[in-house]
Nanobody
Framework: QVQLVESGGGLAQAGGSLRLSCAAS????????MGWFRQAPGKEREFVAA????????YYTDSVKDRFTISRDNARNTVYLQMNSLKPEDTAVYYC????????????????????WGQGTQVTVSS
């Protein structure tokens, strides 16, 4: 069974840090670009960050640049999102996603280019 499982969410204070993990089972991630998205209550899902299949290229939405870092460990079949200097507006459910086609990072911010999604992990930042 193909699964992406996020973990590492929780409650943090403003200015704090959390590290999200996305582990794959039933399939491999090492040929696929991966992305993180988030959805806050009452808002549409938005792109947060993406990483190419090799890890050599990363992409971020402007609001998280210089605060969040996406990385991957292909040997562990896992993708990470290190979140520093958290703000209350970062509060959301965070989802990881796997691109539908291998060896491409085209349109990393476009949700429908991702074929598999995790169930999400809640991140809550208090002020």
């Amino acid at each position: 069974q193909v699964q992406l499982v996020e973990s590492g969410g929780g409650l943090a204070q403003a200015g704090g840090s959390l590290r999200l993990s996305c582990a794959a089972s039933g399939h491999t991630l090492n040929k696929y670009a991966m992305g993180w998205f988030r959805q806050a209550p009452g808002k549409e899902r938005e792109f947060v960050a993406a990483i190419s299949w090799s890890g050599s290229n990363t992409y971020y939405t402007d609001s998280v640049k210089d605060r969040f870092t996406i990385s991957r460990d292909n040997a562990r079949n896992t993708v990470y999102l290190q979140m520093n200097s958290l703000k209350p507006e970062d509060t959301a459910v965070y989802y990881c996603a796997k691109k539908g086609l291998p060896f491409t990072s085209t349109d990393p911010e476009v949700g429908h280019t991702y074929a598999f999604w995790g169930q999400g992990t809640q991140v809550t930042v208090s002020s």
